[in-house]
């Protein structure tokens, strides 16, 4: 029987750490994959901030060429303390809050297949980009799957 890890790769995108000002999360390739799972895990603090969560795309994992990448919804856990089922929640103008509830843990669930990208003129690459959240701290992780070549005994890399 086959186990997760020799189905996904996970890549840490964001260490846990205080969203002190606008972030850049690490970019990854979709070029080996055809989907991917981002894990947005936000403890908020006390503040009435919200932090804006938007995708960009680009045609390398350097973000030389970003352009907004568009979805329509995400996953949503406001209080994981009290809760483990996420919520589908729309979202406005390919853009979300990590809002959440105050002084509690948050976890949002971004679903994008690859040909949702920009592929016609090589888009493969795809970041998270989140606002400021004075009081909070976050870590995302992205879970790859589908890959496009199977090898049993590897990973391909997501982002070199």
């Not at 856990?77 to 948050?106: E, H, I, L, Q």
């Not at 998270?128 to 005994?153: C, E, H, M």
Request: hydrophobic fraction near 45%; charge should be negative; glycine fraction near 6%.
């Amino acid at each position: 029987m086959r186990q997760l890890i020799q189905e996904v790769q996970p890549v840490v995108g964001l260490t846990p750490g205080a969203i002190t000002g606008a972030v850049t999360v690490d970019t990854i390739s979709l070029a080996n994959y055809q989907h991917v799972t981002i894990f947005l895990q936000v403890t908020k603090g006390a503040g009435t901030e919200t932090g804006a969560v938007a995708l960009t795309q680009d045609t390398a994992v350097t973000a030389t060429a970003a352009k907004a990448l568009g979805f329509d919804w995400v996953w949503k856990t406001a209080d994981a303390a009290t809760t483990d089922v996420p919520v589908k929640t729309a979202v406005t103008s390919d853009t979300f809050n990590m809002g959440g509830v105050a002084s509690k843990n948050s976890l949002f669930v971004i679903e994008i297949d690859s040909d949702s990208l920009d592929v016609d003129n090589d888009f493969d690459c795809l970041t998270l980009t989140l606002g400021t959240l004075v009081t909070g701290t976050a870590s995302v992780l992205y879970v790859l799957s589908q890959p496009r070549f199977i090898d049993q005994t590897t990973h391909i890399t997501a982002i070199a």
